[in-house]
């Protein structure tokens, strides 16, 4: 089935959120806070008066807590706009780019309200991967990010991204850092009832990024994995170009990538379905295509193939006619991963996703499979053909780009970037959760005599041994990153008190008791350490290493081979 044909019953949300009209607004933006959802119909006596949203946060007056008492339905917007529940996911599409709006209600035949279908729904299953895989980000990108100061009044902030259409903007901390500010916080301060006094209070922390190269799939795909509907999207230097949504991705590719495939699927129907000469054409294209197809009956049995198969798994047709693609299976998935595969080909009729196959050679391979069932005249499943793709060469180019944008290429430890990430999140978490920290800035003593006297290839290799001794000295969770010549980091998480941060900095001076043998040279190598702690010396990551680093340089002052705690006088703007 074309995937713009799809009806939308098969993607809809059949829970339907919804309150009575007389329900406060705040309690109502509690349920959807409560239930993750971005709307909440309104309903009285099982009948839909109207729909409440997260755009429609921003219209409200944060600062008069009156309004936060007074009735939904005062609120909401109505009447409803509904679709029926035979509509095509083309149709929704379409409706939504006409009307302007980012959720339909779906109806019955008589009318009855039987789900929600939203623009995300649309943009998780228009099948648009290879086309979104070819695209980058900053192709989505409408437009300059609204960056608001974070002690701007939160009612202002609200006001601004409303008056300029923005549901969701950059919140700048007095720090530099950047946080993002969107309808679903806005909702979640209203559900909360409580007076919230600015922006950066209210913005969630920390923003997720991608760079502006980056593909729009990847980019998607980084929302799902992470229950965002933003991110931003940085330069080269890491700085804010702008911020991408659902709705941007939709904007930008719907229109363009359902033609082009509808049009290229009718071709296909029309050719499977007409003369023999067009039988003929569409065995032509199937023959010659570059993807492996493998068709089977209804009991997944194999009753034929094409070249690309052979090529890319190197089983003739011969070979697998009648046996099941069981003859594929790597070992890597277990029971519960198909058993999914099939209750998703069962109630939709498709199922697309990454799996791990094995070659007729023993190569076990990662390829992009799209399985659909094909009806027979009866209705019922007569067939399902699956069409797939090594995509090893993607998979090895975005860990090579992963690895070279996170990782240290000498040492392999994560490098400076990694490691600012990682200290961030800790730092969420910590003010979360209450968890105290440290971070040790190691920096080794008479490394540059080294350098000099064996040379660098030799000084390479010392930073790769000691690298490899610091991985012994801390936990499986703590992270060690290398901040550039000869200087290290470390993370250390979850501590009950500076007694474990130093315990940490004894086993690092340890493992320098035993000479470092590079060839036939034995070299006495020590180093200094500056410890900085969360929350005690601050809060702030970049503080927090500053800190550590200028408590090494005091360690170094007092004959180095020891470590030092951060004390506020070595703080020079002080």
Not at 124 to 148: C, F, K, T
Not at 288 to 298: F, H, K, N, V
Not at 300 to 312: D, K, M, Q, W, Y
Not at 418 to 430: E, K, W
Request: hydrophobic share 40%; aromatic share 6%.
């Amino acid at each position: 089935m074309v995937t713009a044909e799809i009806p939308i019953a098969r993607v809809m949300n059949p829970e339907i959120l919804h309150c009575p009209p007389d329900v406060p607004l705040s309690d109502a933006a509690r349920r959807m806070t409560e239930a993750g959802c971005s709307s909440i119909v309104i309903m009285a006596d099982g009948e839909p008066q109207g729909i409440w949203t997260e755009r429609d946060a921003l219209g409200i007056d944060l600062a008069a807590t009156g309004e936060w008492r007074r009735p939904i339905a005062e609120f909401m917007a109505a009447p409803l706009k509904t679709v029926e529940h035979r509509a095509t996911l083309g149709d929704v599409a379409v409706r939504f780019k006409e009307e302007g709006v980012r959720h339909l209600l779906v109806v019955t035949e008589d009318g009855s309200p039987c789900g929600v279908v939203t623009q995300t729904d649309v943009v998780l299953n228009q099948g648009m991967e290879w086309y979104l895989h070819l695209r980058e980000v900053d192709s989505a990108i409408l437009g300059a990010p609204l960056i608001l100061p974070g002690d701007r009044p939160l009612d202002q902030a609200a006001a601004v991204m409303n008056e300029h259409g923005h549901e969701a903007a950059l919140v700048r901390g007095e720090d530099g850092t950047l946080g993002i500010l969107t309808e679903r916080d806005v909702v979640r301060i209203l559900g909360e009832a409580r007076a919230v006094a600015d922006a950066g209070e209210a913005a969630s922390q920390p923003l997720l990024t991608v760079p502006r190269d980056y593909t729009l799939l990847h980019a998607r795909n980084l929302m799902v994995d992470n229950g965002h509907r933003h991110l931003g999207v940085t330069d080269a230097d890491g700085g804010p170009v702008g911020l991408i949504s659902f709705d941007d991705i939709l904007s930008n590719v719907e229109h363009m990538y359902v033609e082009e495939l509808s049009n290229a699927l009718k071709e296909r129907d029309t050719a499977l379905s007409a003369s023999r000469h067009h039988l003929r054409l569409a065995e032509q294209v199937i023959e010659t295509s570059l993807e492996g197809i493998m068709i089977t009956d209804a009991g997944g049995r194999i009753e034929s193939v094409n070249p690309a198969f052979t090529h890319l798994t190197g089983y003739t047709e011969e070979e697998v006619l009648g046996r099941t693609p069981g003859i594929l299976s790597s070992g890597y998935h277990d029971e519960a991963f198909y058993r999914a595969m099939w209750d998703k080909l069962r109630d939709t009729g498709g199922w697309q996703g990454e799996i791990w196959n094995r070659r007729k050679n023993g190569e076990v391979y990662p390829e992009l499979l799209t399985i659909t069932a094909i009806p027979g005249e009866d209705g019922e499943v007569s067939n399902y053909a699956g069409i797939f793709s090594d995509i090893t060469q993607l998979k090895e180019n975005e860990e090579r780009i992963r690895n070279q944008a996170y990782y240290d290429p000498l040492t392999e430890l994560p490098n400076r970037r990694l490691f600012q990430d990682r200290l961030s999140m800790a730092i969420a978490h910590g003010h979360r959760q209450g968890s105290r920290m440290a971070v040790l800035f190691l920096d080794l003593d008479h490394f540059k005599p080294v350098n000099d006297r064996l040379g660098h290839a030799a000084g390479d290799r010392l930073l790769v041994t000691i690298a490899e001794r610091l991985r012994g000295c801390v936990r499986e969770d703590d992270t060690i990153a290398r901040m550039g010549g000869d200087e290290f980091i470390i993370l250390a998480t979850e501590l009950e008190g500076p007694e474990q941060a130093a315990r940490v900095a004894r086993r690092i001076l340890a493992t320098f008791h035993d000479p470092m043998v590079l060839a036939d040279s034995k070299l006495a190598v020590s180093g200094s350490i500056g410890i900085s702690l969360y929350p005690d010396d601050s809060t702030d990551a970049e503080t927090l290493v500053r800190n550590a680093d200028a408590a090494m340089y005091r360690s170094k002052s007092r004959g180095r081979n020891s470590y030092h705690f951060y004390e506020p006088s070595l703080d020079p703007t002080r």
